[in-house]
């Protein structure tokens, strides 16, 4: 029996649904959805908090703000809404919640995004990283595996449910689909969410997907997590879901520790998915190495595939 119920607290958790009729690409919605129920799987009892521009004083108790991904049009909105709502949220951060961002909220909540068709959009800088679309910059649209670092906290946690599913191994990577012309750049001392194994990721070019930082880094209690990681990202990524949980529950002296509850369903989505992806990727790579390989991925792109 876990410590709360032991004491006869009943947990309870509030998830803040940031900008959710802007930002809400490929059923990002579906990460609330997941943490709703995981958290309701324990006996934890959840709350949905819609938060606009003008909800900053609704922020204070939030455990766990989530923002999904839109395109440009929306993240002007998204930006202007930001103006007045981004000093109580990086505030609530600062406090302790949780920070889930993902593709375009996770450009947003940066030093700024840059595009030809947006301009140049400042963000708050909750997470300390850049994006800039390029012109002509392709669109990167596709299946991502992604290995989290040695000794992540989030394979750590994981690693008994994969087991207990016959996917030994797989809590130490996330899946995901990207879709995204913007290449995002980490400042100096961030840390990248993992390493891609398949997929470009932040910008192709470093290797990294995403942006982590940990609870009590730089300054901020609640733990951040950027990422372009769609899908949506958590039913098929359960260890983050329940990381991000524990973090949550955490931050107001609740018992974290989560009782087991079964995730074949969730390990085999994810194994499945990943091996989709990795064949996908190796053909793509095959592909390159010839003429009309080539060509074929220009004309992919060419007609925003
Ligand atoms: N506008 C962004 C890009 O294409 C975000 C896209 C998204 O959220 N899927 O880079």
Redesign the pocket.
């Known amino acids: 029996m876990s410590g709360a119920a032991a004491t006869g607290v009943a947990r309870r958790l509030v998830i803040g649904h940031l900008f959710a009729d802007l930002l809400n ?1 490929y059923g990002d919605r579906g990460n609330i959805a997941t943490l709703t129920r995981r958290a309701q799987w324990r006996g934890i009892t959840v709350e949905i908090r819609p938060i606009g521009r003008d909800d900053g004083d609704a922020l204070t108790d939030v455990d766990i703000a989530f923002i999904g ?4 049009a929306e ?1 002007v909105a998204v930006a202007q809404g930001l103006q007045a709502l981004g000093p109580a949220l990086v505030e609530a951060v600062r406090g302790g919640t949780a920070l889930l961002a993902v ?2 909220g996770y ?1 947003n909540l940066g030093h700024a995004y840059r595009s030809e068709l947006v301009g140049d959009l400042p963000g708050p800088g909750l997470l300390d990283a850049e994006t800039e ?1 390029p012109r002509g910059a392709p669109r990167r649209v596709g299946g991502i595996v992604i290995q989290l670092e040695e000794g992540s906290p989030i394979a750590a946690g994981g690693r008994a449910s994969a087991e207990r599913a016959g996917h030994a191994g797989a809590e130490t990577r996330l899946v995901g689909f990207e ?4 290449l995002t750049r980490l400042g100096p001392g961030a840390r990248p969410l993992g390493r891609t194994l398949v997929g470009w990721g932040n910008n192709g070019g470093d290797g990294g997907e995403g942006l982590l930082a940990y609870p009590d880094e730089g300054g901020f209690a609640g733990v951040r997590i950027g990422t372009y990681l ?1 899908g949506p990202l958590l039913p098929r990524n359960p260890h983050l879901g329940d990381y991000l949980l524990a973090c949550a529950l955490g931050r107001t002296r609740q018992d974290p520790a989560l009782e087991p509850i079964p995730d074949d369903a969730e390990w085999a989505a994810h194994a499945a998915f990943e091996a989709r992806w990795r064949a996908d990727w190796e053909r793509g790579r095959r592909m390159s190495r010839t003429r009309a390989g080539r060509l074929v991925e220009r004309l992919e792109n060419l007609v925003g595939f």
Request: hydrophobic share 15%; glycine share 26%; proline share 0%.
């Open positions: 690409l991904g839109g395109q440009d993240q593709c375009g450009q679309a879709n995204h012309s913007g769609h």
